[in-house]
């Protein structure tokens, strides 16, 4: 069994910055793509960032040259530094990775989200 905790979210102007964080712990032997995706109010989840184990990055179109996304391979962590934020930023923000267990069964996890709100 594999556990995610995110942290970081919260209320930002316009402009403004935060940065997520998510920790992965428990049953792993090894960590391939870690992302971060969001849900706004009556739509579907989408991807904002993924990255590799080998830090390869792609980002939604909505998102590049705002967001950064990060990993610490040693600490089973993933970041998202996200600057200059509008309005239509914000949603449900969750974490999702995708795990090589103990058990040798590969199991993508989802984190349980945090709110980033982009207001005035």
């Known amino acids: 069994q594999v556990q995610l905790v995110e942290s970081g979210g919260g209320l930002v102007q316009p402009g403004g910055s935060l940065t997520l964080s998510c920790a992965a712990s428990g049953s792993i032997i090894s960590i391939n793509t870690m992302g971060w995706y969001r849900q706004a109010p009556g739509k579907e989840r989408e991807l904002v960032a993924v990255?590799?184990?080998?830090?390869?990055?792609n980002y939604a179109d909505s998102v590049k040259g705002r967001f950064t996304i990060s990993r610490d391979n040693a600490k089973n962590t993933v970041n998202l530094q996200m600057n200059s934020l509008k309005p239509e930023d914000t949603a449900v923000y969750y974490c999702?990775?995708?795990?090589?267990?103990?058990?040798?069964?590969?199991?993508?996890?989802w984190g349980q989200g945090t709110q980033v709100t982009v207001s005035s």
């Open positions: 990255i590799t184990s080998g830090g390869s990055t």
């Open positions: 999702n990775v995708n795990v090589l267990e103990l058990t040798r069964v590969g199991r993508a996890y």
